[in-house]
C-alpha cells in the first residue's frame, strides 16, 4: 500500500547534521566583526535549531554528530526534540568524521544524507527532494555558493569521497563531484544554497533573522 511504502522509505533514510555546540567565542568567529562574539554565537545557536527543525519536519530519522560528546551538559541547554539520534564526532579532519559517521549509519539504512548547520535556506521541502533523488541516483548534492557543499547524499560510503580535500575551500564540490564521476555514479546535482559563514554571507539570511540577535 502507498501509506506503508513511505514509512518505510522515510523509515531507511538518515539524515546526519554535523555540529558543534554554539559556544561563545568559539562559534561563527569569522561573523564576529559583523555581529560581535555573543551576536555570532547567538547566530550559530540560530542556525543549529532551524537545521535540526527542517531535518526533523521531513519525517525521516535525523541524527546529531556533535563535538563536544553527547554526554557533555552544555547539549541540555539546547532543550532539543527527544525524536533525535545522537553520535559523537570522531578525531581527526573533517572527511575522517563524515566518512566514519557514513559507515557506521549505512549499516542500518539504505540512504544517508550529510548536512551541516549553516545553511538557513535548506528547508524541510528541499531536504526530501533530495531524499528523493537517491532513488534513480547513486548521490545527491546541493552545493554552496562558495564552492563546498550544503548537502551531500548517497546509497553506498567511499573513502574516495572524503579524502585528500581541503575542506572549506572552494574547491570541495568540484573534486567531490570529480571523485563520484570517476567511480561511475550517477549524480543528481541540485540549485546551489547560501552557507552563512562571512560577514557578506549575512545578505542571505531571512527576513527578520537579525531583528532577534
Not at 575522517?96 to 521541502?125: E, H
Not at 573513502?159 to 574547491?171: K, P, R, V
Amino acid at each position: 500500500m502507498p501509506v506503508d511504502k513511505q514509512l518505510k522509505s522515510n523509515d531507511s533514510t538518515l539524515i546526519i547534521i554535523f555540529a558543534k555546540f554554539p559556544a561563545e567565542g568559539m562559534a561563527k568567529t569569522r561573523l564576529q566583526p559583523a555581529l560581535g562574539i555573543a551576536g555570532a554565537a547567538m547566530m550559530a545557536r540560530k542556525l543549529l535549531i532551524h537545521s535540526i527543525e527542517q531535518a526533523i519536519a521531513t519525517g525521516y530519522n535525523v541524527e546529531l554528530c556533535v563535538s563536544p560528546a553527547p554526554s557533555d551538559p552544555c547539549w541540555q541547554t539546547l532543550e532539543l526534540s527527544e525524536s533525535l539520534r545522537w553520535s559523537a564526532q570522531v578525531g581527526g579532519e573533517l572527511g575522517i568524521r563524515m566518512f566514519t559517521a557514513s559507515q557506521q549509519a549505512l549499516v542500518k539504512f539504505d540512504n544517508v544524507l550529510l548536512m551541516g548547520a549553516d545553511c538557513p535556506s535548506l528547508s524541510a521541502t528541499k531536504l526530501k527532494q533530495a531524499a528523493q533523488q537517491l532513488e534513480p541516483h547513486d548521490a545527491v548534492m546541493i552545493p554552496a555558493l562558495d564552492g563546498g557543499y550544503v548537502l551531500f547524499g548517497f546509497k553506498r560510503e567511499q573513502a574516495s569521497l572524503f579524502s585528500d580535500i581541503e575542506w572549506s575551500t572552494a574547491s570541495v564540490a568540484s573534486i567531490t563531484q570529480q571523485r563520484i564521476a570517476a567511480l561511475n555514479w550517477s549524480l543528481a546535482l541540485l540549485e546551489p544554497l547560501p552557507d552563512i559563514d562571512e560577514p557578506a554571507d549575512l545578505a542571505h539570511l531571512p527576513v527578520g533573522w537579525l531583528d532577534c540577535l
